[in-house]
């Protein structure tokens, strides 16, 4: 084990004369995590320490000492429970009323991990001793999940959304689910996953039904909604291919960002859309992208 270092201080506020017959007393032997400067009375006393590399103090105080009172601190590390010194401190001549203080420094890597045990004797003879213990950092608790999943039986559709938004009027029959940043949808920030259905499209004609679908998208946004497209693309997420169309519109006054993933799945086109003020888009567009990821069927 690599030796640990030990500083001793000492402070004794009122002196006592000798006696022929010590007087001495210790009392409030305690392990801490500092001292006060000038007493160096225990601040944070524990029983628990981290393995953390800050020193451990031992404390213990002195009373009615004559001159001439020996008093000495041992610490010991309890591998297996058997005993290995550590540090240790003599007070070969003190006298008085006060603190003593023994400063214990870890190795560099922190302090082993296991059980202590703090030794203090007085003229001589074992008065007393204390335990304490350097434990592993207990695990932070999990946090919050980001995520929820929302699950569409009648559709074999998963997708997750966060898990602080609300869930929103779907209006239309074609909108699966619908998810808003808050219940008043102000700033514009909403989650949406619409269904379109396709006749005679079957798999082999899937891009086609794909674009038959992304142009009438196209047609509505730079037409009625009278905004342009920013970019048309053909991509891919987590494991399904499809057309995405980022756009950008006004409306009731507010610049929107637009962004849909359309994809094929059973004669059907599912669209994901995400719908924010231009304000909020960029702290809500990662939300679109993880939906986007996780967006998956499964047999129904």
Known sequence: M???????????????PASAESTARLSEMRASRGVDPKLQSPIGVSETFSPEAKPIYLTVKLADAPQ????????????GGQPQQIAVQEFPDVYGTGYLSLKITPPATGWFIGRYKAVFQLNRKDHG??????????????????YRTFSSPDYGLSIQYPAGWVEGEKGKSSVICMFLANADNSPVSSLNVQVVPVTAAGDSRSKEAINLVAQQLIDQITGALKGRIRNDTWTTAGMLTG?????EYAYEGASIRQRQFLTYRADKIFILILTADERVYGSVVGHYLNAAKTLQFYAK
């Open 2 to 16: 690599k030796k640990i270092a030990a500083a001793a201080l000492i402070c004794l506020w009122a002196a006592a």
């Open 68 to 79: 001439g009172t020996q008093v000495k601190i041992t610490a010991y590390f309890l591998p």
């Open 129 to 146: 001793s204390i335990g304490f213990t350097v434990a592993a950092a207990k695990a932070a608790a999990p946090p919050s999940p980001a």
């Open 243 to 247: 057309r995405e169309l980022d756009s």
